[in-house]
């Protein structure tokens, strides 16, 4: 993979996640609004950004784009709907540090079925870079982690599962633009919800900052991210997604006053080191792949 690749892909990815990062704040700031509801207008206001914006970009060439993402995207669709129902059900059945933990082993389902079924090779840089982040994630809720809770582990760990498949299949589709997948997930996850969510009880302060995240922030972060599949391995860019872990205490720091705790800030730092160390050798020794997967092939990548 051609340096200038690595970079654009880590570029794309890491910036989802760092424009992502502050989701949980502003969660924090709802009154009343229940996981499911906030699930259900996530997912319904997500699909409808992207659908006017597919809409406003593509016009008459919109129905080849939806009929562009293949099989590939109507299952990413599928998996991306699986996994936002799988984190909130997971946050209703465990504890938060529990699902957040679980949830980060997804780079190494990513790594795994990477080479299973796309033959992408990892250096052992990356395996490194997964196993420090994953350290640092420990140590960031470590202490938090509750026993017990089995069904809720279980779910949070199917959901890191669906999460790294889903990057894996994203790779696989080469350069078509996978956005309507996205749209489309949402929108599964929105009319599964439906029954549940009692939208009509969101009071209006609540749908305001859901309207901000669906309509706006979550879009574009989730644009950019699955973008980044297209430059870097499945593995790698699920290890960018820990950006999202790193930044969230900053935020809340930052906007509640929510001071973290050292173990927050050592395995933070861990974090973080690990994957800005991963992308910089990453750019500085490319592999000898280029360019953005085929969709009908497998590619080795650094």
């Known amino acids: 993979m051609a340096g200038s690749d690595h970079l654009r892909g880590v570029a794309l990815s890491a910036g989802g996640m760092v424009l992502v990062s502050p989701d949980g704040l502003l969660v924090r700031l709802l009154h009343t609004t229940d996981p499911w509801q906030i699930t259900f207008f996530r997912g319904l206001f997500i699909g409808l950004s992207l659908g006017l914006f597919l809409f406003l970009r593509y016009r008459a060439r919109l129905g080849s784009l939806w009929r562009g993402i293949g099989r ?113 997930g949402g929108l599964l996850v929105a009319l599964a919800l439906l029954p549940f969510a009692e939208p009509g009880s969101v009071s209006a302060h609540d749908l305001g900052i859901l309207a901000w ?50 173990a927050a800030v050592a395995g933070g730092a861990l974090v973080l080191g690990a994957i800005v160390t991963n992308a910089l050798l990453g750019m500085r020794y490319p592999g000898s792949a280029g360019g953005p997967v085929s969709g009908k092939s497998s590619r080795k990548a650094s």
């Open 72 to 184: 590939r995207g109507a299952v990413s669709s599928v998996l991306m709907g699986l996994g936002n129902l799988g984190f909130v059900g997971a946050f209703t059945h465990t504890t938060v540090a529990n699902t957040l933990v679980l949830v980060a082993a997804s780079p190494l389902f990513s790594a795994v079925l990477g080479r299973v079924l796309l033959g992408e090779r990892l250096r052992s840089r990356t395996w490194l870079a997964i196993t420090a982040a994953l350290a640092g994630i420990g140590i960031m809720f470590g202490g938090e982690v509750a026993p017990g809770h089995a069904v809720g582990n279980l779910i949070a760990l199917g959901t890191a599962l669906v999460m790294g498949l889903n990057l894996v299949v994203l790779r696989g589709a080469g350069d078509r633009d996978m956005t309507p997948a996205v749209a489309l």
């Open 213 to 262: 995240l669906g309509l706006i922030q979550l879009p574009a972060a989730l644009a950019l991210y699955i973008s980044g599949a297209r430059y870097l391995p499945a593995a790698e860019v699920a290890l960018l997604s820990l950006v999202e872990a790193v930044l969230g205490p900053v935020w809340a720091f930052l906007g509640v006053g929510e001071v973290p705790t050292p």
